[in-house]
């Protein structure tokens, strides 16, 4: 199993930007479609984005395209999340994923990491 550590959350006013780091433990992480999902208060889980093992295919969720760019660094092992024009809705604890089936929803396969705080003040 991978083993993920997300970091790079904090607080940030609308319009700001941050960038989310998850790093990942194992040799397999370099075969996984990799990605971020979040979770505001009182509401479900719900899925970001995602990119492919080799990063040549990125898929976003509507609310966010447009203004995340998902990207990943195989050689490092490690996947980022960079959010621009931040808007207070963008609120949440952030999760990175490993081994999602796009073609299932986004199912995660593998693991999650411990999630990180992004609070966007308005």
């Known amino acids: 199993q991978v083993q993920l550590v997300e970091s790079g959350g904090g607080l940030v006013q609308a319009g700001g930007s941050l960038r989310l780091s998850c790093a990942a433990s194992?040799?397999?992480?370099?075969?996984?479609?990799m990605g971020w999902f979040r979770q505001a208060p009182g509401k479900e889980r719900e899925f970001v984005a995602a990119?492919?093992?080799?990063?040549?295919?990125?898929y976003y969720t509507d609310s966010v395209k447009g203004r995340f760019a998902i990207s990943r660094d195989n050689a490092k092992n490690a996947v980022y999340l960079q959010m621009n024009s931040l808007k207070p809705e963008d609120t949440a604890v952030y999760y990175c994923?490993?081994?999602?089936?796009?073609?299932?929803?986004?199912?995660?396969?593998?693991?999650w990491g411990q999630g990180t705080q992004v609070t966007v003040s308005s």
């Open positions: 994923a490993a081994d999602l089936d796009i073609y299932s929803d986004y199912a995660v396969l593998g693991s």
């Open positions: 990119i492919s093992w080799g990063g040549a295919r990125t």
């Open positions: 194992g040799r397999t992480f370099r075969s996984y479609t």
